[in-house]
């Protein structure tokens, strides 16, 4: 006997957890659920990027080229998320993201998300929020690291 395919959902974590299943589930089919292979970029450093990533399941490596050499910026893992910036300012990506393990990743664009905003804003006010706070946290942790090295 074979099993029902199930759709991929949204879990109720990271910048997610304040929304409600119903509200999870509206939000899904905003966007699009993307399986990323071991070793394929899901953004690439210097091209245009202007979508909202959340990691559903699997590991990420973000990286950047500063002075001929790669530098592992840090892992991105389930429940975290990417490209907050250029969703809200679109541009070219500051650094890559690879795949360290097969991944599945919920993406949406700024189209999108404007359209959810105006059809749902409630919990698309706590998405948001959740996206400045994403934001404000990995600035703090740059603002340390720039500190603690002129302070050495």
Do not use: C
């Not at 099993?3 to 879990?11: K, R, V």
């Not at 530098?71 to 679109?90: A, H, R, S």
């Not at 404007?114 to 740059?142: Q, S």
Request: glycine share 10%; aromatic share 8%.
């Amino acid at each position: 006997m074979s099993s029902p395919l199930t759709t991929p959902q949204l879990p109720a974590q990271g910048i997610l957890e304040p929304l409600g299943d119903e509200d999870r589930d509206i939000l899904s089919g905003y966007g699009e659920f993307l399986p990323v292979q071991p070793g394929q970029h899901l953004i690439e450093e210097g091209m245009q990027q202007s979508s909202l990533f959340f990691v559903v399941s699997g590991k990420f490596h973000a990286t950047a080229m500063r002075g001929g050499h790669k530098v592992l910026l840090g892992p991105v893992q389930k429940g975290e998320t990417l490209g907050e910036i250029n969703l809200l300012d679109p541009n070219v990506a500051s650094a890559t993201v690879t795949a360290v393990e097969f991944s599945q990743v919920w993406r949406i664009d700024g189209q999108s998300l404007e359209a959810y905003i105006n059809e749902y804003p409630r919990p698309a006010a706590w998405l948001l929020i959740g996206v400045g706070r994403t934001i404000a946290h990995r600035l703090r942790t740059v603002n340390d690291k720039i500190a603690s090295f002129y302070s050495a």
